[in-house]
């Protein structure tokens, strides 16, 4: 039998491999810059290790591919509980 507790770790566990998929993380090169930096943008480093993958990239606000965002929210609202 599953604990609610284990339950809910596989499921957030789950939801983060979905996102991780779809934003084609492991497929994007290591820096994604803006064509025009701007003074008020964040830029942002994410390195995540899969089972038998590591990859970092660094992007700026500006030139987010739209299907990594939903994972850098999940990523941020994560810590902001931690």
């Known amino acids: 039998m599953i604990s609610t507790r284990q ?9 983060l491999k979905d996102l991780v998929e779809q934003s084609r993380f492991f497929e994007l090169p290591a820096v994604l810059r803006a064509e025009r930096p701007g003074a008020d943008r964040f830029q942002y480093k994410l390195r995540l290790k899969g089972d038998s993958q590591e990859h970092t990239v660094e992007v700026d606000e500006a030139a987010m591919p739209p299907g990594l965002r939903p994972l850098l929210n999940w990523i941020m609202q994560a810590k902001r509980k931690a």
Not at 7 to 15: R, S
């Open 7 to 15: 339950f809910f770790l596989q499921t957030k566990e789950a939801h």
